[in-house]
T-cell receptor
């Protein structure tokens, strides 16, 4: 089954404790992206990757890092989480130039 | 800058009622337009899309027409069901080759039996 998976689905952590949210897709897509969803703001792009070893900032990259060492994986790293990073995070993927993006199920993060 | 604006929710309808969710966008060109749906506890799924002016996207009884004159992409359905209860996001393709989607704030639809 074609899918985008994220782990964990739910996470409660404390300020300053490094964490990683994993994202993996099995569709051999070149393009991957991270979004955060906040009430009243819709989804905003954090980082994206056009292919392996090619990443770039989206609209709200502060406080986040990413890496793309393999085509299928695109982890989101929070080196020192803060409460304003409490949000619902979505990973997405698509073919290069493809119109349709496929979204993961989301990771709900609470930073205390 | 580039943006997408949706009507405020929540929208509450009775089963079999007609649905319209308004969406307008700003753009210098003619970006592809999308409607995504998010069912409770799930990720976003593409509902329909239109890639050029005057195109009509349709799926599962939902329709939206790309209107460049009014820069709008309103979502409609003739007869909603309880199972249509979800959050609906209008989105446009971002400028350049970033693959970015620019989303509206989302509209919650609740359909009552």
């Amino acid at each position: 089954e074609a899918q985008v998976t994220q782990n964990p689905r739910y996470l409660i952590t404390v300020t300053g404790k490094k964490l990683t949210v994993t994202c993996s897709q099995n569709m051999n897509h070149e393009y991957m992206s991270w979004y955060r969803q906040d009430p009243g703001l819709g989804l905003r792009q954090i980082y994206y990757s056009m292919n392996v070893e090619v990443t770039d900032k989206g609209d709200v990259p502060e406080g986040y890092k990413v890496s793309r060492k393999e085509k299928r994986n695109f982890p989101l790293i929070l080196e020192s989480p803060s409460p304003n990073q409490t949000s619902l995070y979505f990973c997405a993927s698509s073919r290069q130039g493809g119109e349709t993006q496929y979204f993961g199920p989301g990771t709900r993060l609470l930073v205390l | 800058g580039d943006s997408v604006t949706q009507m405020e929710g929540p929208v509450t309808l009775s089963e079999e009622a007609f649905l319209t969710i308004n969406c307008t966008y700003t753009a210098t060109g003619y970006p592809s337009l999308f409607w995504y749906v998010q069912y409770p506890g799930e990720g976003l799924q593409l509902l329909l899309k239109a890639t050029k002016a005057d195109d009509k996207g349709s799926n599962k009884g939902f329709e939206a027409t790309y209107r460049k004159e009014t820069t709008s992409f309103h979502l409609e359905k003739g007869s909603v069901q309880v199972s249509d209860s979800a959050v609906y996001f209008c989105a446009r393709r971002g400028s350049g080759n970033t693959g970015k989607l620019i989303f509206g704030q989302g509209t919650t639809l609740q359909v009552k039996p």
